[in-house]
């Protein structure tokens, strides 16, 4: 990198690629944390993306974890019986 020249995206991730910083993780983390806040028209607007990518981001944040929960309760549940 040479200061007062711009770098590409793609130069960017491999170099912070090298050093272990998973970008595309990161980036998915911050757009879930994102669309965790914002109603879908707002995160488009933000991020620039498409407002049908933002619904469905949108949609993943907020996913209904209850049934998850529910089988995990019952599984840890039925693993404290078992050693008992």
Known sequence: MVPGKPISTHGMTQKLDRHGILVRTARNGALAALAADLPSPILADVTGMHRHTALRWVAYARRDW????????????NSRSQRS
Do not use: S
Request: no cysteine; glycine share 0%.
């Open 66 to 77: 209850a049934e998850y929960l529910a089988v995990r309760a019952e599984e840890v549940t």
